[in-house]
Each structure stands twice: as structure tokens, then as C-alpha cells.
T-cell receptor, first 114, second 111 residues
């Protein structure tokens, strides 16, 4: 079946530094990937749509200069949280689709900014 | 994408069937009904989807009303491992069609 790998599973970083999260489709090619953010006890909020070979499409209210997305190949998308602050602490999840069976999600990355 | 309405929470005894309802009264003709679940601190997991016919797989059954304005996800024999938040989502087909999550139903399976 379709597998999406996300790395790292958790990361702690200092305020002001940048953090990169990787999302890989292991057994299929994904021209489109999605990035979500989830705060405790809340639902998933779509941040952006990552498009292979072109610019990402960001949802309203999401700062594109703060959340840099790169989708340089058909199997890899990265999300970089730049100049991270404590309010960026959250659970970040990526997903990609394969055929008619809906999307497969990564296991998520828990980011803690201290 | 059409919006969905789900109860905030439900309880179910282990071994019994869990019936999770979802209202999607503004669903369009080309929109599918998808169900995902999220176990605590994990990424969502696909369960099942359908357009207008009832569907069944190894995880669950999906019952869609004839007017397609509502649906029910059925877990036939709930176990403790089925405790999760269940999301009902309607979307058009296609891998570039984004998924928008609502608040979902928190299902608690108890002994």
C-alpha cells in the first residue's frame, strides 16, 4: 500500500532557529502533497499544497515566508519553519494521494520551540 | 468542498457496533464521502469512502442515504484500539483535491 514517511518524528529547537521537516512518498510518486498543522485538542488545519516543480499554494492566513515549502522531486516535499517561536510549537503532518483511495498521511512531527 | 456535521463525542462498549453519523446536506453530485480516523498523536488513517452506494471493507461499512445528505460509518465490532477521532469529509475525487478536516467525532470504546 501507499506509504508516506515523515521525518523527524519530534524535534526541539531554540527560538529563532529554523527547522526542516521531510515528507517522502516511499512507494509511489506524488506530484501534490499537503501540509497540515494541528494544535492540542484541535482538528487538522491545512497549511499549504505542495506542488512538484512549482510554488506551493498557501491557505489564507499562513505566512509563506515563515513556512517554506519545497517539492523538488516526485517523492519528497520539505517544510521549513523559519525563525521558529514558541507559538509555532505544534504537530505538523503531511499527506499525499494515490489513486482513488484517498490520501495517506505521515506519522507527524511534533515541534517544540523553547 | 461541502461542510460536514458530526457529533462531538460518542461512547461504545467493546464488541458492540459503533455507528458514527455524519450530515453533509450541501454535498455536490461529484463529491465523495471519505472517512478517516486519528489515533492520539498519529497521522490520520484512511478508513473508507463512497459516492452513493454502500461500501464495505475489512475495517468498516459506509451507509450513504439515498439523497446523499447524510451517511453512517459502522465499525461492526468495536475494540479498544478503535478509540480515536473520526472525521467525515466530502471532496471531489483526484489526488490534487485537498482534504479539509472538520472537528470530527471522538469515539471512546470502553470495556
Amino acid at each position: 500500500g501507499a506509504v508516506v514517511s515523515q521525518h523527524p518524528s519530534w524535534v526541539i529547537c531554540k527560538s529563532g532557529t529554523s527547522v526542516k521537516i521531510e515528507c517522502r512518498s516511499l512507494d509511489f510518486q506524488a506530484t501534490t502533497m499537503f501540509w497540515y498543522r494541528q494544535f492540542p485538542k484541535q482538528s487538522l488545519m491545512l497549511m499549504a499544497t505542495s506542488n512538484e516543480g512549482s510554488k506551493a499554494t498557501y491557505e489564507q492566513g499562513v505566512e509563506k515566508d515563515k513556512f517554506l515549502i519545497n517539492h523538488a522531486s516526485l517523492t519528497l516535499s520539505t517544510l521549513t519553519v523559519t525563525s521558529a517561536h514558541p507559538e509555532d510549537s505544534s504537530f505538523y503532518i503531511c499527506s499525499a494521494g494515490q489513486g482513488p483511495y484517498g490520501y495517506t498521511f505521515g506519522s507527524g512531527t511534533r515541534l517544540t520551540v523553547v | 468542498d461541502a461542510k460536514t456535521t458530526q457529533p462531538t463525542s460518542m461512547d461504545c462498549a467493546e464488541g458492540r457496533a459503533a455507528n458514527l453519523p455524519c450530515n453533509h446536506s450541501t454535498i455536490s453530485g461529484n463529491e465523495y464521502v471519505y472517512w478517516y480516523r486519528q489515533i492520539h498523536s498519529q497521522g490520520p488513517q484512511y478508513i473508507i469512502h463512497g459516492l452513493k452506494n454502500n461500501e464495505t471493507n475489512e475495517m468498516a461499512s459506509l451507509i450513504i442515504t439515498e439523497d446523499r445528505k447524510s451517511s453512517t460509518l459502522i465499525l461492526p465490532h468495536a475494540t479498544l484500539r478503535d478509540t480515536a477521532v473520526y472525521y467525515c469529509i466530502v471532496r471531489v475525487d483526484g489526488t490534487a483535491s485537498k482534504l479539509t478536516f472538520g472537528t470530527g467525532t471522538r469515539l471512546q470504546v470502553t470495556l
